[in-house]
């Protein structure tokens, strides 16, 4: 199963500026460090192709929304990650 790089868009940053849209979230299965928070679109797509990942983009929920999400337990006879 290929890594995943989570992603979403910085809330401060508009259309048209020339600062970095994208704000790096999470890294899943992928062997990589990462030394910026902030990347743009084109960065992130050839991270991705480059590692064999796949970008994931995180949606915004509305302010003040919290929304429920079920979380599943570990697999029994893993260590979970530290």
């Known amino acids: 199963m290929p890594g995943k790089i989570f992603y979403r ?42 590692v064999g990942a796949k970008l994931v983009l995180m949606e915004r929920g509305q302010k003040g929304e919290e929304a429920e999400v079920e979380v599943a337990e570990p697999a029994k006879g893993r260590k979970p990650r530290s």
């Open 9 to 50: 868009e910085r809330g401060k940053v508009g259309e048209g500026e020339k600062k970095p849209r994208f704000k790096l979230v999470a890294v899943s299965g992928v062997a990589i460090d990462f030394y910026a928070n902030h990347l743009r679109k084109k960065e992130l797509e050839q991270i991705a192709k480059a």
